[in-house]
């Protein structure tokens, strides 16, 4: 288990270690195989499973982590997700105009734009290539680690109202540059082949078929403020609770919890999820099914069951206090946030909320409320669209955190550990 301390700087060096879902999810299961938990193939057959520790992946971007135990009659379950908005290089990307190379990309999710010009940019993802000759497909992931790239303000004597309210063009203004070359067009895939053998021990021929690549912040997160209390950097949202959720169920595997505890962690929340491997998608009632075949006995389990739906949350902005409902202002520095919505953009009830506020008591953790203006559209998360499938109460909470979407977003390293906390809390034997 991690001590306070070092819980913060944790957390910054596995967010900026997973620049991606893709390397995010390859960072969970390093620490799931280091602490015993067996890899599960779906493209095997196996149901019925003894008692132990089991993870399984889907897209090598979404991962289902679970201690499984014979007898228990309820399936404690913690969902986050593994992407965040951001620039996904497009499949035929390159852009030659006048001697710059640039690289065409499509906007990833609700990202905050602005924030991305003049940061130094660098690439992530993972490719698909095979040996020359064989028809066999391998996958790897690459990171260059390095600025590579930058996307240009244009210069406020050539635009004099860029201080005022203006509309970033989606297609035309958010296209890095990464050199400058006389080259007639430049080989992309070349590009992306050098940087896999500098990574890999590769065979002397090969051929790059496909890729997704995502542009990221270069710059590290970072713990600020006169006193650190700050944790600031790209994919808070929602990496921030896929590190808890980890965390926490390492920990219940130390405790030998007693109970059923599974970790949910998705790919694709921030384009709405419909996807295999999104939170709409069957991977998790695909896994269920599997471990409990009997529809009646897998109900009676959910029936008994709570889903801990953690993303983030909004956090009242010092510059901007009324853009919250006057009675629902979360803090920094002063605990989780529960989320509700009468429409059921998040999946909260009475009863959910008032089994979190127990939690938290227990785990002496402060909690608020974030409920969004009635003036204001709000966001949704993965809750609604879990609990739809398989039928599971369900709470929405997060950390209250400040720039959501850009790309560097900033929470208070207390609210990060608070949550891991509570997270922690709710998969001890305790509560069963």
């Keep these: 288990m991690i001590a306070e301390k070092q819980y913060a700087p944790e957390l910054a060096n596995f967010i900026g270690s997973s620049p991606t879902a893709f390397h995010a999810v390859a960072l969970a299961v390093d620490l799931l195989k280091k602490n015993g938990f067996e890899q599960l193939d779906e493209k095997e057959t196996w149901e019925r499973l003894p008692a132990g520790k089991y993870f399984v992946l889907r897209n090598e971007s979404s991962l289902i982590g679970f201690i499984w135990q014979d007898r228990a009659k309820s ?3 913690i969902g986050a997700h593994t992407d965040s908005p951001c620039l996904k290089v497009k499949p035929k990307p390159v ?24 940061r130094e940019l660098s690439l992530a993802g993972r490719a698909l290539w095979h040996e020359l000759g064989s028809s066999e497909l391998h996958s790897s992931l690459l990171d260059f680690k390095r600025p590579i790239a930058i996307i240009p303000n244009l210069a406020i004597h050539l635009n004099r109202e860029a201080n005022k309210l203006q509309e970033v063009n989606r297609q035309s203004d958010m296209v890095p540059l990464l050199s400058l070359t006389e080259e007639e ?24 078929t496909d890729h997704e690549l995502f542009f990221y912040d270069a710059a590290p997160p970072a713990l600020i403020g006169l006193e650190e209390q700050f944790l600031s950097g790209g994919r808070l949202d929602n990496l921030a609770s896929c590190f808890a959720a980890l965390q926490a169920l390492l920990a219940a595997d130390t405790n030998e919890t007693t109970q059923n505890c599974m970790i949910m962690l ?13 939170a709409q998608g069957s991977f998790l009632r695909d896994i269920l099914e599997r471990l409990l075949p009997n529809p009646g006995e897998r109900q009676a389990m959910l029936r008994n069951s709570l889903l801990i739906s953690a993303d983030n949350a909004h956090a009242l902005h010092p510059n901007f206090a009324d853009k919250h409902d ?36 227990q785990a002496q953790v402060p909690v608020q409320e974030f409920v969004v203006r009635n003036d204001m559209g709000c966001g949704s998360t993965i809750g609604p669209l879990t609990a739809a499938k398989i ?4 709470i929405d909470i997060g950390i209250p955190s400040l720039a959501m979407h850009s790309i560097r977003e900033t929470a208070a390293c207390k609210d990060c550990w608070y949550l891991y906390q509570v997270l922690q809390t709710f998969f001890t034997p305790a509560r069963s």
């Design 185 to 208: 067009q430049p080989d992309f895939l070349a590009l992306i082949e050098k940087q896999l053998r500098s990574q890999y021990s590769l065979p002397e021929q090969i051929a790059v």
């Design 266 to 278: 998705n790919d694709h929340e921030e384009v709405g999820s419909t996807s295999a491997v999104g």
């Design 75 to 77: 399936v404690e379950m």
């Design 95 to 118: 852009i030659k105009t006048c001697n710059c190379f640039q690289l065409g990309v499509e906007i990833y999710g609700g990202a905050l734009l602005r924030p991305w010009f003049d």
């Design 391 to 394: 039928g599971v109460e369900t």
């Design 326 to 361: 006057p009675q629902h202002q979360p803090l920094m520095n002063k605990g989780l946030v529960i989320k509700v919505n009468a429409n059921q953009r998040y999946a909260t009830n009475a009863k959910t909320s008032a089994r979190f506020r127990l939690l938290c008591e």
